[in-house]
Protein backbone atom coordinates (compact mmCIF):
# COMPACT_ATOMS: atom_id res chain seq x y z
CA UNK A 1 0.00 0.00 0.00
CA UNK A 2 2.63 2.29 1.02
CA UNK A 3 4.79 1.86 -2.52
CA UNK A 4 1.51 1.99 -3.98
CA UNK A 5 1.03 5.41 -2.47
CA UNK A 6 3.83 6.47 -3.49
CA UNK A 7 3.49 6.05 -7.27
CA UNK A 8 0.17 7.28 -7.01
CA UNK A 9 2.04 10.58 -5.79
CA UNK A 10 4.55 10.52 -8.59
CA UNK A 11 2.30 9.78 -11.23
CA UNK A 12 0.47 13.08 -9.96
CA UNK A 13 3.35 15.05 -10.42
CA UNK A 14 4.34 13.60 -13.63
CA UNK A 15 0.66 14.77 -14.39
CA UNK A 16 1.14 18.52 -13.50
CA UNK A 17 4.27 18.49 -14.73
CA UNK A 18 3.20 17.65 -18.41
CA UNK A 19 0.21 19.76 -18.35
CA UNK A 20 2.50 22.77 -17.20
CA UNK A 21 4.44 21.30 -20.23
CA UNK A 22 1.74 21.38 -22.36
CA UNK A 23 0.58 25.11 -21.45
CA UNK A 24 4.25 26.74 -21.78
CA UNK A 25 4.73 25.12 -24.87
CA UNK A 26 1.23 26.86 -26.32
CA UNK A 27 1.74 29.78 -24.51
CA UNK A 28 5.48 30.14 -26.22
CA UNK A 29 5.04 28.20 -29.66
CA UNK A 30 4.78 31.51 -31.97
CA UNK A 31 7.80 32.57 -30.75
CA UNK A 32 10.46 29.94 -31.05
CA UNK A 33 10.94 29.38 -34.26
CA UNK A 34 12.28 32.96 -33.92
CA UNK A 35 14.42 31.58 -31.18
CA UNK A 36 15.69 28.31 -33.10
CA UNK A 37 16.08 30.59 -36.57
CA UNK A 38 18.26 32.99 -34.61
CA UNK A 39 20.43 30.01 -32.98
CA UNK A 40 20.78 28.43 -36.48
CA UNK A 41 21.26 31.54 -38.23
CA UNK A 42 24.11 33.03 -36.14
CA UNK A 43 25.34 28.69 -36.25
CA UNK A 44 25.41 29.13 -39.88
CA UNK A 45 26.76 32.78 -40.11
CA UNK A 46 29.87 32.18 -38.18
CA UNK A 47 30.67 28.83 -40.39
CA UNK A 48 30.62 31.15 -43.07
CA UNK A 49 33.25 33.35 -42.02
CA UNK A 50 35.54 30.31 -41.47
CA UNK A 51 35.11 28.17 -44.57
CA UNK A 52 33.85 31.14 -46.62
CA UNK A 53 37.71 31.98 -48.19
CA UNK A 54 37.93 28.68 -49.00
CA UNK A 55 34.63 28.18 -51.24
CA UNK A 56 35.19 28.01 -54.90
CA UNK A 57 34.80 31.31 -56.85
CA UNK A 58 30.99 30.40 -58.39
CA UNK A 59 30.16 28.63 -54.71
CA UNK A 60 30.71 32.29 -53.53
CA UNK A 61 28.42 33.73 -55.52
CA UNK A 62 25.36 31.79 -55.05
CA UNK A 63 25.43 31.71 -51.49
CA UNK A 64 26.93 35.30 -50.87
CA UNK A 65 23.23 37.13 -51.38
CA UNK A 66 21.63 34.63 -48.61
CA UNK A 67 24.70 35.59 -46.05
CA UNK A 68 24.07 39.14 -46.93
CA UNK A 69 20.14 38.61 -45.73
CA UNK A 70 21.00 37.10 -42.92
CA UNK A 71 23.44 39.34 -41.82
CA UNK A 72 21.36 41.73 -42.38
CA UNK A 73 18.67 40.18 -40.32
CA UNK A 74 21.14 39.55 -37.67
CA UNK A 75 21.53 43.73 -37.45
CA UNK A 76 18.11 44.60 -37.25
CA UNK A 77 17.50 42.32 -34.45
CA UNK A 78 20.38 43.64 -33.09
CA UNK A 79 18.91 47.03 -33.53
CA UNK A 80 15.84 46.69 -32.36
CA UNK A 81 16.97 45.79 -29.08
CA UNK A 82 19.60 48.67 -28.81
CA UNK A 83 16.52 50.97 -30.13
CA UNK A 84 14.19 49.88 -27.39
CA UNK A 85 16.89 50.03 -24.77
CA UNK A 86 17.44 53.72 -25.89
CA UNK A 87 13.72 54.39 -26.87
CA UNK A 88 14.45 55.40 -30.31
CA UNK A 89 11.39 56.12 -32.27
CA UNK A 90 11.32 54.04 -35.80
CA UNK A 91 7.73 54.88 -36.59
CA UNK A 92 7.30 57.36 -40.01
CA UNK A 93 4.52 59.92 -41.36
CA UNK A 94 2.81 58.44 -44.58
CA UNK A 95 3.56 60.90 -47.93
CA UNK A 96 1.53 63.66 -47.98
CA UNK A 97 0.82 63.05 -51.88
CA UNK A 98 1.41 60.48 -54.44
CA UNK A 99 4.14 62.05 -55.66
CA UNK A 100 5.94 62.27 -52.12
CA UNK A 101 8.51 60.33 -50.70
CA UNK A 102 7.95 59.13 -46.86
CA UNK A 103 10.33 61.56 -44.70
CA UNK A 104 10.69 63.81 -47.58
CA UNK A 105 8.99 67.12 -48.72
CA UNK A 106 7.29 67.54 -51.93
CA UNK A 107 9.92 69.67 -53.40
CA UNK A 108 12.81 67.46 -52.02
CA UNK A 109 11.38 64.58 -53.57
CA UNK A 110 11.08 66.04 -56.74
CA UNK A 111 14.46 67.07 -56.72
CA UNK A 112 15.02 63.42 -56.00
CA UNK A 113 13.60 62.34 -58.68
CA UNK A 114 14.81 64.55 -60.92
CA UNK A 115 18.47 63.83 -60.25
CA UNK A 116 17.30 59.95 -60.35
CA UNK A 117 15.81 61.01 -63.65
CA UNK A 118 19.46 62.37 -65.67
CA UNK A 119 20.95 59.22 -64.21
CA UNK A 120 19.19 56.21 -65.20
CA UNK A 121 18.14 58.05 -68.95
CA UNK A 122 19.73 61.45 -68.96
CA UNK A 123 16.33 63.11 -68.57
CA UNK A 124 14.60 60.95 -71.39
CA UNK A 125 11.29 59.20 -70.25
CA UNK A 126 10.97 57.52 -73.73
CA UNK A 127 14.52 55.78 -73.10
CA UNK A 128 13.75 52.54 -75.00
CA UNK A 129 15.72 50.93 -72.77
CA UNK A 130 19.40 49.00 -72.31
CA UNK A 131 20.32 45.05 -73.44
CA UNK A 132 18.88 44.16 -69.89
CA UNK A 133 15.45 45.09 -70.69
CA UNK A 134 15.17 48.31 -68.08
CA UNK A 135 13.41 51.43 -69.98
CA UNK A 136 11.90 54.67 -69.82
CA UNK A 137 12.73 57.66 -67.98
CA UNK A 138 13.95 55.67 -64.43
CA UNK A 139 14.87 52.54 -66.15
CA UNK A 140 12.12 50.08 -64.06
CA UNK A 141 12.62 46.56 -64.61
CA UNK A 142 9.62 44.05 -65.03
CA UNK A 143 9.75 43.10 -61.43
CA UNK A 144 10.09 47.06 -59.88
CA UNK A 145 6.67 47.37 -62.11
CA UNK A 146 4.94 44.28 -60.98
CA UNK A 147 5.72 45.83 -57.37
CA UNK A 148 4.18 48.98 -58.07
CA UNK A 149 0.88 47.25 -59.59
CA UNK A 150 1.85 47.93 -63.32
CA UNK A 151 2.65 44.55 -64.37
CA UNK A 152 0.67 41.69 -63.31
CA UNK A 153 2.26 39.91 -60.34
CA UNK A 154 1.34 36.51 -61.30
CA UNK A 155 2.44 37.03 -64.62
CA UNK A 156 6.01 38.34 -63.58
CA UNK A 157 6.10 34.88 -60.89
CA UNK A 158 5.26 32.55 -63.57
CA UNK A 159 8.07 34.33 -65.91
CA UNK A 160 11.32 32.44 -66.91
CA UNK A 161 14.19 32.57 -64.29
CA UNK A 162 15.82 35.43 -66.94
CA UNK A 163 12.96 37.48 -66.56
CA UNK A 164 12.60 37.58 -63.25
CA UNK A 165 16.07 37.42 -61.89
CA UNK A 166 16.59 41.10 -64.67
CA UNK A 167 18.63 39.47 -67.32
CA UNK A 168 16.42 39.52 -70.17
CA UNK A 169 12.85 40.97 -69.77
CA UNK A 170 12.41 42.60 -73.26
CA UNK A 171 10.45 40.54 -74.38
CA UNK A 172 8.15 39.68 -71.34
CA UNK A 173 7.39 43.67 -71.24
CA UNK A 174 6.68 44.08 -74.67
CA UNK A 175 3.94 41.87 -74.27
CA UNK A 176 0.50 43.59 -73.56
CA UNK A 177 -0.46 40.49 -71.75
CA UNK A 178 1.57 40.98 -69.06
CA UNK A 179 0.78 44.42 -67.85
CA UNK A 180 -2.01 45.51 -66.00
CA UNK A 181 -1.88 49.09 -67.72
CA UNK A 182 -4.05 49.39 -71.19
CA UNK A 183 -1.62 49.73 -73.86
CA UNK A 184 1.31 48.32 -72.15
CA UNK A 185 4.74 49.40 -72.16
CA UNK A 186 4.07 52.15 -74.86
CA UNK A 187 1.20 53.46 -72.64
CA UNK A 188 3.53 53.58 -69.95
CA UNK A 189 6.77 55.06 -72.02
CA UNK A 190 4.80 57.93 -72.76
CA UNK A 191 3.39 58.99 -69.62
CA UNK A 192 5.69 60.93 -67.87
CA UNK A 193 3.21 61.53 -64.36
CA UNK A 194 2.35 57.74 -64.25
CA UNK A 195 6.58 57.18 -64.52
CA UNK A 196 7.20 59.84 -61.63
CA UNK A 197 4.55 58.08 -59.86
CA UNK A 198 5.50 54.25 -60.50
CA UNK A 199 8.85 55.67 -59.07
CA UNK A 200 7.73 57.28 -55.77
CA UNK A 201 5.88 54.18 -55.05
CA UNK A 202 8.54 52.03 -55.59
CA UNK A 203 10.93 54.31 -53.51
CA UNK A 204 8.23 54.54 -50.68
CA UNK A 205 8.20 50.58 -50.82
CA UNK A 206 11.93 50.50 -50.22
CA UNK A 207 11.79 52.95 -47.85
CA UNK A 208 9.44 51.73 -45.57
CA UNK A 209 11.53 48.49 -45.18
CA UNK A 210 14.16 50.42 -44.56
CA UNK A 211 12.70 51.61 -41.47
CA UNK A 212 11.34 48.23 -40.79
CA UNK A 213 14.93 46.89 -41.10
CA UNK A 214 15.83 49.98 -38.50
CA UNK A 215 18.33 51.75 -41.10
CA UNK A 216 16.35 54.75 -40.95
CA UNK A 217 15.16 57.53 -38.84
CA UNK A 218 12.60 60.15 -40.36
CA UNK A 219 14.98 62.80 -39.02
CA UNK A 220 17.77 61.60 -41.78
CA UNK A 221 16.28 63.22 -44.82
CA UNK A 222 19.46 63.08 -46.59
CA UNK A 223 19.72 59.06 -45.87
CA UNK A 224 16.04 58.53 -46.52
CA UNK A 225 16.87 59.68 -49.91
CA UNK A 226 20.14 58.11 -50.05
CA UNK A 227 18.79 54.82 -49.32
CA UNK A 228 15.87 55.04 -51.66
CA UNK A 229 18.28 55.50 -54.51
CA UNK A 230 20.76 52.37 -53.62
CA UNK A 231 17.78 49.89 -53.64
CA UNK A 232 16.84 51.84 -56.80
CA UNK A 233 20.00 50.68 -57.99
CA UNK A 234 20.67 47.22 -56.56
CA UNK A 235 17.32 46.66 -54.67
CA UNK A 236 16.67 46.14 -50.90
CA UNK A 237 19.70 44.22 -49.26
CA UNK A 238 22.10 45.98 -50.88
CA UNK A 239 20.70 49.19 -50.04
CA UNK A 240 20.91 47.61 -45.99
CA UNK A 241 23.93 46.36 -46.33
CA UNK A 242 25.67 49.33 -46.84
CA UNK A 243 23.63 51.44 -44.64
CA UNK A 244 23.61 49.15 -42.12
CA UNK A 245 26.85 47.24 -42.41
CA UNK A 246 28.90 49.64 -44.55
CA UNK A 247 28.90 46.35 -47.22
CA UNK A 248 29.30 48.13 -50.66
CA UNK A 249 27.87 46.06 -54.30
CA UNK A 250 27.99 46.83 -58.05
CA UNK A 251 25.39 46.19 -60.83
CA UNK A 252 26.43 44.57 -64.18
CA UNK A 253 27.91 48.13 -65.31
CA UNK A 254 30.15 48.09 -62.38
CA UNK A 255 28.07 51.02 -60.92
CA UNK A 256 28.46 50.91 -57.00
CA UNK A 257 25.50 50.86 -54.47
CA UNK A 258 27.69 53.44 -52.57
CA UNK A 259 27.67 55.61 -55.51
CA UNK A 260 23.39 56.28 -56.13
CA UNK A 261 23.55 56.41 -52.07
CA UNK A 262 25.71 59.60 -52.39
CA UNK A 263 23.51 60.68 -55.84
CA UNK A 264 20.47 59.88 -53.78
CA UNK A 265 22.11 61.94 -50.38
CA UNK A 266 23.04 65.30 -52.01
CA UNK A 267 20.11 65.01 -54.47
CA UNK A 268 17.50 67.01 -52.05
CA UNK A 269 19.84 70.11 -51.53
CA UNK A 270 20.00 70.65 -55.20
CA UNK A 271 18.31 73.04 -57.26
CA UNK A 272 16.45 71.17 -60.39
CA UNK A 273 14.75 73.04 -63.68
CA UNK A 274 11.94 70.37 -63.43
CA UNK A 275 11.01 70.92 -59.70
CA UNK A 276 8.24 74.19 -59.05
CA UNK A 277 11.59 76.36 -57.42
CA UNK A 278 11.22 79.40 -55.52
CA UNK A 279 14.03 81.92 -57.09
CA UNK A 280 14.51 85.55 -56.40
CA UNK A 281 14.30 87.56 -59.58
CA UNK A 282 17.92 89.19 -60.32
CA UNK A 283 18.66 92.33 -60.34
CA UNK A 284 19.54 94.02 -64.05
CA UNK A 285 22.96 95.55 -62.26
CA UNK A 286 23.88 92.00 -61.37
CA UNK A 287 22.96 90.84 -64.78
CA UNK A 288 25.52 92.93 -66.26
CA UNK A 289 28.42 92.42 -63.83
CA UNK A 290 27.95 88.93 -64.26
CA UNK A 291 28.11 89.46 -68.33
CA UNK A 292 30.93 92.11 -68.10
CA UNK A 293 32.45 89.16 -65.56
Not at 2 to 15: G, T, Y
Not at 98 to 121: D, F, K, M
Not at 137 to 142: D, L, N, P, Q, S
Request: hydrophobic share 40%; with cysteine; aromatic share 10%.
Amino acid sequence: MENEAIFNHIDARLDRIEKLTRKTYRQTMPEMPWLFAAIAGAVVVGLGYVFYPQLPAPFKDAIEPRIDVAQNHFYTIGQAFADYTGNVDRSYTAPSGTLTLVGLSPLQSCRWRSALLARESSGNYQHPGNQFGYFAGYAMGAEALAIVGLVKREAFDDAPRYVRNGTDQTAFLNNPNNWQLRGGKPAFLHDTLLQDRAVTVLANANIADGFNSRVLLESQQEKIAGFAAASHLKGLTAAISWYARGKDSNDAFGTNTSDYAAMGEASINKRSNLCAENTRAVPSWLKWLEVKN
